[in-house]
């Protein structure tokens, strides 16, 4: 069956880094996009990033854009984000989703398949 795994989360200070992964398996990776989103305590899942299957079409939440990059290596069947200038406003839950087809999809209703999340937490 289809499988997300989330890594790469953690306790970080304001300003510093961390990188997410999420490795896919259980499907034909490189004909799905895939999607991270995030979701605070209280708060509604939001919409962080979304790349295409080959990876030409990247979008990215005005929250985060400038300061998160997401990519991906098809042969390892796994998408990254690229966490840079963290703030505290940043904690959350994170998770990675994917669906088939050629374009980019931000709504999280898009998404056929979802992992169960990394914790990300950015201290003051």
């Known amino acids: 069956q289809v499988q997300l795994v989330e890594s790469g989360g953690g306790l970080v200070q304001a300003g510093g880094s961390l990188r997410l992964s999420c490795a896919a398996s259980g499907l034909t990776f490189s004909k799905y996009a895939v999607g991270w989103f995030r979701q605070a305590p209280g708060k509604e899942r939001e919409f962080v990033s979304t790349?295409?299957?080959?990876?030409?079409?990247?979008y990215y939440a005005d929250s985060v854009k400038g300061r998160f990059t997401i990519s991906r290596e098809n042969a390892k069947s796994t998408v990254y984000l690229q966490m840079n200038s963290l703030k505290p406003g940043d904690t959350a839950l994170y998770y990675c989703?994917?669906?088939?087809?050629?374009?980019?999809?931000?709504?999280?209703?898009?998404?056929?398949?979802w992992g169960q999340g990394t914790q990300v937490t950015v201290s003051s």
């Open positions: 989703a994917a669906r088939g087809g050629s374009s980019y999809y931000y709504t999280a209703t898009e998404y056929n398949y």
């Open positions: 790349i295409n299957w080959s990876g030409d079409y990247r």
